[in-house]
């Protein structure tokens, strides 16, 4: 018991041409590498340019005061012990040196932070992300 198509519908695949009298319809040409020309960029708005500019002087600024915050944390054991000693806690060497090292820690953190936090956020709106502008403001 062999089956045979029903009238009128075609043997191979739709459109594929290979019944008398059906059209056959090219299919699309493939893709050639470099094609199409490069869509040419339009330059930046002059308020992008100037808010990464200050974004950047941002993040120079937020290293500028790390650095000066870690230059001066010399004097900072002295004011530790003077408010320890203050507040009628008996200080201890190995409290004013762990008080000492959380403050070293935060301000190095924070400050490290703080200056990528700029820098991305220039390299970012300087690529014309709108979420970026969003988050930067």
Do not use: C
């Not at 200056?115 to 014309?128: D, H, I, R, S, T």
């Amino acid at each position: 018991m062999t089956e045979t198509p029903p009238p009128g519908s075609p043997h191979g695949a739709f459109g594929s041409g290979d019944e008398p009298g059906l059209p056959s319809y090219p299919g699309t040409p493939p893709e050639q590498p470099g094609s199409q020309a490069p869509v040419a960029q339009a330059p930046q708005p002059q308020a992008i340019v100037l808010a990464v500019r200050l974004m950047l002087f941002g993040a120079a600024i937020s290293l500028i005061s790390l650095i000066y915050s870690i230059a001066t944390l010399g004097g900072l054991k002295d004011e530790i012990r003077d408010a320890l000693e203050t507040s009628d806690t008996t200080v201890s060497q190995s409290t004013v040196d762990a008080s000492f090292a959380v403050a070293i820690a935060f301000a190095i953190v924070f400050g490290a932070i703080a200056v990528v936090l700029w820098l991305w956020m220039a390299w970012k709106n300087g690529q014309g992300r709108s979420w970026a502008r969003i988050v930067a403001t």
